[in-house]
């Protein structure tokens, strides 16, 4: 019987294989829960411990909890033959919890310098990152430049939670709760390819309409939303189409993208696609409007008002409920007040499966922010209040409710097949005694 298999009989986690990695931060202390719920729920726990994570937690700590001797270096107990290539071909997923700002930096790198770091480089396996941190470091421009690249390859971030830290402040950097955290892997074993035959079309982002060949009418979407849930579709192994907006975030990996500007960009590229799709996830923030005239040179400032006429841009959404067949529509409501109502209207007008409606004028629940806070709208009448959560997490469930729409719907999935799509980057950490306090 299969690790999957037993899976599928007991529990997610059941017979599978997991090596988790430990780096040296007062965080380290959490990741002997976790080592303990992971193994609680069936799974192969093996530890490998930077240097600086012994400082904080013993490795007889962890060989009790898992059952299975500790990895500290390459060059000591236990002897396996070529162990970081061992580690490596044994886990079917590698979890670093906490991950420090230094082994991030390496990782983004690819910097192979001690056991974790090389068994991580080797690994094939799909990666989660916990990171765990003072509030400045996380939020440093080059550790999100790094959690940027990590990301561009297929990593998983798992974002640090926001609260009072070791050193006495309070900010983000924490690393979240072990529960939260086997809950994820949980959820990533649980939609291991749930979504393999699928074919699905993701917009994103914001679009510009062109006043001159300088200026245009924009709005402040960065497409983070609609990335995460592309990058989760694909990671279901769904063939996913990616129509993107202006926005300078990286291609999730396995994701094919197809860049536009405008809102007829837009229209025209998922139109394209739409009798092929199995489902249209439509997180883009789609121009209403755009100036009924492009000026061809600079418009140069004068004494006077400005005037300008707008004319209505193709409505998108509304054009794919009218050519609906087979396909499951959601869409997006980005409102600033009225949002049950306006989602609502909006479910009911385009023809929609489900909607997820926010209030963008909500503090860390907008536009340019890591985090959402939503209401999902059924066809049906049923209603969904989601917390605040990262959008990532967000993404999956979004997936979870199209899924589940899949499903009820009785439509099988295409034979065709897809890509292959990559599962994970690279990787690396020092000592950082600021990281949360609990």
């Known amino acids: 019987m299969t690790s999957a298999q037993r899976a599928s009989d007991v529990g997610a986690l059941a017979g599978r294989r997991i090596v988790l990695g430990v780096t040296g931060g007062i965080a380290a202390y959490k990741a002997v829960e976790i080592a303990s719920r992971l193994k609680k729920a069936g799974a192969d726990v093996r530890v490998i411990m930077t240097r600086a994570a012994a400082s904080f937690v013993t490795p007889l700590t962890f060989r009790e909890i898992t059952g299975q001797p500790v990895t500290e270096t390459m060059w000591g107990e236990p002897h396996h033959h070529v162990e970081h290539i061992a580690l490596a071909e044994f886990a079917e997923l590698v979890l670093v919890a906490p991950a420090t700002a230094n082994f991030i930096a390496k990782a983004a790198a690819g910097n192979a310098d001690d056991m974790l770091t090389t068994s ?30 990590l990301q561009e390859r297929g990593v998983t971030i798992i974002p640090p939670a926001v609260g009072q830290l ?111 799709v199995d489902a249209v996830i439509k997180a883009a923030a789609v121009a209403d409007y755009r100036p009924a005239e492009i000026a061809e040179h600079k418009i140069k400032k004068s004494d006077g008002e400005l005037t300008i006429i707008l004319t209505r841009n193709p409505d998108i959404l509304y054009e794919l409920g009218q050519k609906k067949k087979h396909q499951i529509l959601v869409g997006f409501a980005a409102e600033t007040q009225n949002v049950a109502e306006y989602a609502r209207g909006k479910l009911a007008k385009k023809n929609l499966d489900f909607i997820v409606a926010n209030n963008v004028a909500e503090k860390d629940a907008g536009f340019g922010v890591a985090t959402n806070h939503v209401q999902i709208f059924y066809a049906d009448g049923r209603a969904e209040d989601h917390p605040l959560m990262p959008k990532a997490e967000l993404a999956g469930v979004i997936l979870d409710r199209l899924e589940d729409v899949l499903k009820s719907s009785l439509k099988p999935a295409p034979l065709a097949g897809k890509g292959d799509h990559a599962q994970h980057g690279e990787r690396g950490e020092s000592r950082n005694s600021c990281d949360e306090i609990s």
């Open 120 to 149: 991580v480089l080797a690994t094939r396996a799909p990666l989660l990152i916990a990171p765990a941190m003072n509030t400045g470091m996380w939020e440093n421009p080059i550790t999100q430049e790094n959690v940027a690249r």
């Open 166 to 276: 070791a050193c006495g402040t309070t900010g983000a950097g924490r690393l979240p709760e072990p529960a939260e955290i086997v809950a994820i892997v949980e959820r990533h074993f649980s939609h291991e390819q749930s979504l393999a035959g699928r074919r699905i079309l993701v917009t994103a982002a914001g679009t510009e309409e062109a006043l001159d060949p300088v200026r245009f009418l924009g709005n402040r979407s960065t497409g983070r939303m609609g990335f995460a849930v592309a990058a989760e579709a694909a990671r279901r192994g769904a063939e996913v189409i990616l129509v993107a907006g202006p926005t300078p975030l990286a291609t999730p990996a396995g994701v094919q993208r197809v860049n536009v500007r405008s809102a007829r960009d837009m229209y025209a590229a998922v139109l394209a696609e739409y009798d092929a």
